[in-house]
């Protein structure tokens, strides 16, 4: 089904009423793909009907879950884990903040890191927009298909430890998570952009804003920004490119997107 650009406003505007999360300031093409793969799964023809669904608390925290793209490694990117262990290393305690988890692989793959490091006095605070995606997340499974990647990426930390330290295998041949490595996490479900300000020493905001058009994504640098403690770290995915021209934010480690305040 092709919906136009009229399709799309009223969908993400009638969405951001209905959610208070900002879709109006989405990607246009990528709010189409998303919401083109919700009519086809299911099997709607109308804007009118699918609009309907916003009325039901549980379809529309369904259709919120549906709009993220999840994470689909542990480890993505390990150039970036390994550089971000080495801006962090020798401290004793952390604050840190992830304002957008889509599911658990990032969140996993920070605690992990921590614990290796045994930084033991940290705080991890995560948004989450749907029941559904913190459901996930404190199931701690992790499909089979995606262990040989899992477990090539943890390889590539070079942390001379064992993928099996901090994972274990099920019957069905999924993986899990140690579930003590939760035990500082917090969860709340909110937009992050509609959270209160609080200051944090890391903010990790991972392939996120390519979703957005340019002036969210603005709006989005200066909130992160205004979260971070003096020599605070922030992170963006290695190929996005936001505008940080107007920021005091300095790159630390350039190839891997990691700034300091």
Request: proline share 2%; glycine share 4%; net charge neutral.
């Amino acid at each position: 089904m092709f919906l136009t650009i009229n399709d799309i406003r009223e969908i993400n505007s009638k969405l951001t009423e209905a959610t208070k999360i900002e879709y109006t300031g989405y990607s246009i093409n990528f709010f189409r793909r998303r919401i083109t793969y919700l009519f086809e799964k299911y099997g709607i023809h109308k804007v009118a009907d699918f609009c309907l669904l916003f009325a039901n608390k549980d379809k529309l925290d369904e259709i919120v879950f549906e709009l993220n793209i999840p994470s689909t490694e542990l480890f993505r990117d390990p150039a970036f884990w390994r550089a971000l262990r080495k801006n962090i290393n020798g401290r004793q305690s952390l604050t840190i903040w992830l304002p957008n988890l889509t599911n658990g692989f990032e969140l996993y793959s920070l605690l992990v890191l921590l614990k290796q490091m045994k930084i033991d006095n940290i705080r991890v605070v995560g948004n989450v927009l749907s029941e559904l995606t913190q459901k996930e997340i404190l199931a701690l499974n992790i499909p089979q298909k995606y262990d040989e990647v899992n477990r090539s990426n943890f390889e590539r930390l070079e942390s001379g430890e064992k993928f099996d330290d901090y994972f274990y295998t099920n019957d069905n041949g999924s993986v899990s998570l140690m579930s003590n490595l939760l035990d500082n996490v917090t969860f709340v479900k909110q937009w992050f952009m509609h959270s209160a300000v609080e200051k944090y020493d890391l903010i990790i905001f991972r392939n996120q804003m390519l979703e957005y058009g340019m002036s969210l994504q603005d709006k989005v640098v200066e909130r992160l920004k205004q979260s971070l403690n003096a020599n605070g770290l922030l992170a963006f995915g290695i190929k996005e490119t936001p505008n940080l021209h107007s920021t005091m934010l300095k790159p630390v480690e350039k190839d891997e997107s990691i700034y300091r305040l």
